[in-house]
């Protein structure tokens, strides 16, 4: 069955202090693996899509890399804007044509001023 | 660019009763989805409509119908509401379905079953 786990959970940081966020994922065959991030009462907003183990891509603080098993999320020197819930996402090759994400729970980040 | 919209934000309804949920997709966009996000977990993905057509659809029952309007806006139907379906349901369209599209998602609707 294909699967996403995400952790931690929670994770707490001082503005300033950088750290990683883990997605790890069981797939029949991976089409993509997507970052969305969460702001309270709103949808998801994209962040990057990655294709092949491998491969990086950057945005502002934000890195997402990806291996044949797992995906970080490497946040570098954090604002409290940052603050949001990370939701690791799935394409399976079988669902390329159906647009189906398997979603993991997401990790919930506190930046502290 | 108008992004996605839902309606109503906010819905109160009793065990047993049907809901409609609307969703009006990006402008360009053509694939609609839907996704049900309980408290604390990730959004499971219900179906998505391409065209006026069912185009894919996760483990919900049938009670969970939906619909696409020729202007690519959507509509999710629920019959006989249970409490486990109180969530929030999240629509989301993109410009073709399937391989890697982005998904642009809208703020979503928050059942409440009683």
């Known amino acids: 069955e294909d699967q996403v786990t995400q952790s931690p959970e929670a994770l707490r940081l001082q503005e300033g202090e950088s750290s990683s966020l883990n997605c790890s994922y069981t797939v029949s065959g991976l089409r993509g693996l997507f970052w969305y991030r969460q702001d309270p009462g709103k949808g998801p907003e994209f962040l990057f899509t990655?294709?092949?183990a491998g491969e990086e891509k950057e945005k502002e603080r934000l890195k997402a890399t990806l291996t044949k098993k797992e995906s970080f999320l490497h946040i570098t020197a954090p604002k409290p804007e940052d603050s949001a819930t990370y939701l690791c996402?799935?394409?399976?090759?079988?669902?390329?044509?159906?647009?189906?994400?398997?979603f993991g729970q997401g990790t919930t980040l506190q930046v502290k001023p | 660019e108008t992004g996605v919209t839902q309606s109503p934000t906010h819905l109160i309804k009793t065990r047993g009763q049907q809901v409609t949920l609307r969703c009006s997709s990006q402008?360009?966009?053509?694939?609609v989805s839907w996704y049900q996000q309980a408290l604390g977990q990730g959004p499971q993905f219900i179906f998505q409509?391409?065209?006026?057509?069912?185009?894919g659809r996760g483990n919900f029952p049938p009670r969970f119908s939906g619909l696409q309007f020729p202007n690519y806006s959507s509509e999710l139907n629920v019959n006989a509401l249970e409490l486990d379906d109180s969530a929030l349901y999240l629509c989301?369209?993109?410009?073709?379905?399937?391989?890697?599209?982005?998904?642009?998602f809208g703020s979503g609707t928050q059942l409440s079953v009683l």
């Open positions: 409509y391409y065209r006026e057509e069912e185009n």
């Open positions: 996402a799935v394409q399976a090759r079988g669902s390329s044509n159906t647009g189906k994400l398997i």
């Open positions: 402008s360009g966009h053509n694939t």
């Open positions: 990655l294709y092949s």
């Open positions: 989301a369209s993109s410009k073709n379905r399937g391989t890697n599209e982005k998904l642009f």
